[in-house]
Structures are given as structure tokens and as C-alpha cells.
């Protein structure tokens, strides 16, 4: 039997911190899809289009990994794919009450889907899509945040 695992989120940009989980998670399942979620909360940077197609771009080494853009719930994402393990990363304490929260609802919506923890390496941990996009935004070198597609592609949006 297959193991597959959904690692869900706006990945607004994608990072090295988020390549990072997904490595490791294509090295613990057999499968792993990255959910590119549409989060009507969020006011994000790029598009769900945009996202995705950097997502693509900077998972396209490895094998085992699919991109897939979503709407609503994770968890009727995940079911509709046949998946009951989501991903989520910890980087520091701070994202352990969110991460812990959001966890308890899935399990509640769903219970047969469970959530797994990764930790980036140390050098990811401090990594967020919003500290990347400020330091983007005042011209800082982010070539070590981030791949190639997505810096070109921060620096066009800000040249703008």
C-alpha cells in the first residue's frame, strides 16, 4: 500500500524553508502532494496561479512530489485524494499553538486524517514567507531564502 502524505499551505512565496519539508517528507512517504491553498483570509503577494507555477518550478527534482492547487477545507481536500496524513512544519515554539490549534479542528472535522509535525533544518528555522517578502521589499539579497524562479520573480513584483 502506498503511504501518501498532503503538505497544505498559501506558500506565499515558497521558500527553501518549505523545499526543505518537502524533501523530507518525499523521503518518509511514498507519495506527497503540495496542496496550494486558496485562502480567502489571506491577502496574498502572488496568485494561486503564480504559486503554484513557482511551487512546480521548485519541486520539479523530485520525483515523488505533486502540485495541486485547492479551494475549502484541507481536510475534504485531503479525503478527496485518497490522503489521511497532512504535513505541517514547526520552525520555532511560536508555531506550535497555531499548528496545535489547527490540528485539533482538522482531527475534529475529520478524524480519520492525522496531522504530522516536521521541523526544517536549522538553517530554515527562522524562515517565513512574510519576513522574506519585507526584506525583498527594502532590497536585500534573499538569493539563500529562496530558488532562483521565486527571486526573480519577488524582484519583478517589487520593481513594479
Given amino acids: 500500500m502506498k503511504r501518501s502524505a ?3 499551505g498559501s506558500f506565499d512565496p515558497v521558500t527553501y524553508g518549505h ?3 518537502i524533501e523530507r ?3 518518509i512517504f511514498d507519495r506527497v502532494v ?3 491553498a486558496n485562502n480567502l483570509h489571506k491577502k496574498p503577494l502572488f496568485d494561486k496561479d503564480e504559486r503554484f507555477e513557482m511551487l512546480q518550478e521548485a519541486v520539479k ?3 515523488n512530489v505533486e502540485v495541486v492547487a485547492f479551494d475549502g477545507l484541507v ?3 485531503a479525503r478527496s485524494r485518497g490522503i489521511n496524513v497532512l504535513i505541517r512544519g514547526l520552525r520555532m515554539v511560536s508555531d506550535f499553538e497555531y499548528e496545535f490549534q489547527m490540528a485539533l479542528t482538522n482531527r ?3 478524524d480519520d486524517v492525522e496531522t504530522v509535525f516536521l521541523m526544517p533544518s536549522e538553517q530554515f528555522s527562522f524562515l517565513s514567507s512574510k519576513l522574506l517578502k519585507e526584506s525583498a521589499i527594502l532590497g536585500a539579497d534573499i538569493s539563500s531564502f529562496v530558488p532562483p524562479n ?11
Fill in 6 to 8: 498532503l503538505y497544505p
Fill in 19 to 21: 523545499i526543505d519539508l
Fill in 75 to 77: 481536510v475534504d481536500f
Fill in 61 to 63: 527534482g523530485i520525483a
Fill in 34 to 36: 503540495v496542496g496550494v
Fill in 150 to 160: 521565486v527571486e526573480a520573480k519577488l524582484k519583478d513584483r517589487f520593481r513594479s
Fill in 108 to 110: 475534529r472535522l475529520a
Fill in 25 to 27: 517528507a518525499s523521503r
